[in-house]
């Protein structure tokens, strides 16, 4: 099921959904971009789950992708249930994400949950409801130059004080010998805090999420060098960090085995890129900091 709203302006906007459940099994609820709104969520047969969300509709520019200008928000339902939805212009702070493929909306909806990429960024609704209206501005292969140069233009241009820029970076940083961990990697985090908080606007930095990969029956710590890089330009620019390589290591240790699930499942597994269920943990976690702040 899908509903769309046409002719929007750019801003923050208030959604209410109600499902009602035809029978009992779960239904996943997306919107602009596959945001998370629900996902695999248990409901009964005639049970009805009304929900209240602060959604962005923004302007993006990409290297890689279309640059997108959001004129419309849709909606769309996976599951035996009945949607209604209304959305209506109102003020929220904006969430803005900028990174990498780990980050970024994963706009395949593929054959399941295990069978396609999810960003954690896209999974951030699901969780801030209407805290925070979250507007993703990460893309694939990027890395702090690209995002310098590109992606935080429309974002600097667009931003308000009260709003909040999420950044992490590593990934690609680390296959450009210019992008060092203590050198260019550590100046373009810098540089992008300082130009976010020049425009009364916060800024945290995340250290980029580990990757699934066992060198002599241990999880490999390729990324380490980053994630100090990253820890060492939060505490230059008195900004918190969020420890996503500390949390995504400790996560896959104690779930063994059964962390492959929360990865990717091409036909052959992919050990970088969170699916659907991965985003989720990731971005549940980074929620819960948010609200220690």
Not at 83 to 88: P, S
Not at 235 to 244: F, G
Request: glycine share 8%; with cysteine.
């Amino acid at each position: 099921m899908i509903i769309r709203f046409d002719n929007l302006t750019n801003g923050e906007y208030l959604l209410k959904a109600e499902i009602t459940a035809q029978r009992d099994g779960e239904f996943s609820l997306f919107g602009n971009h596959r945001h998370f709104l629900y996902h695999s969520q248990k409901i009964s047969k005639g049970e009805k789950i009304n929900g209240e969300f602060a959604v962005a509709i923004k302007n993006a520019d990409f290297q890689k992708q279309d640059n997108y200008r959001d004129t419309a928000f849709e909606l769309v339902c996976q599951g035996d249930v009945l949607l209604t939805a209304a959305l209506e212009k109102k003020d929220f702070p904006t969430l803005y994400t900028l990174g990498d493929s780990t980050v970024c909306n994963q706009t395949h909806f593929g054959s399941g949950p295990l069978f396609r990429c999810g960003g954690w960024g896209q999974a951030l609704s699901m969780f801030s409801a209407t805290q925070y209206a979250v507007s993703n501005h990460a893309e694939q292969g990027t890395h702090t130059l690209d995002c310098l140069n590109c992606h935080v233009v429309p974002v600097l241009e667009q931003i308000k004080r009260g709003d909040l820029v999420l950044c992490q970076f590593g990934h690609n940083d680390q296959k450009n010998a210019c992008l060092d961990p203590m050198g260019g990697y550590y100046r373009n985090l810098v540089r992008l805090g300082e130009a976010v908080k020049e425009k009364g606007a916060d800024f945290i930095i995340c250290t980029p999420i580990n990757r699934l990969i066992y060198i002599d029956g241990k999880i490999n710590n390729y990324l380490d060098p980053w994630c100090e890089g990253a820890k060492k330009a939060a505490d230059a620019l008195s900004v918190k960090c969020i420890d996503l390589h500390t949390f995504t290591t400790r996560m896959y240790i104690s779930m063994g085995d059964e962390a492959e699930k929360l990865f990717y499942h091409s036909p052959v597994l992919d050990r970088t890129h969170p699916n659907d269920f991965g985003a989720i943990q990731i971005a549940r976690f980074v929620s819960s900091n948010l609200q220690r702040r």
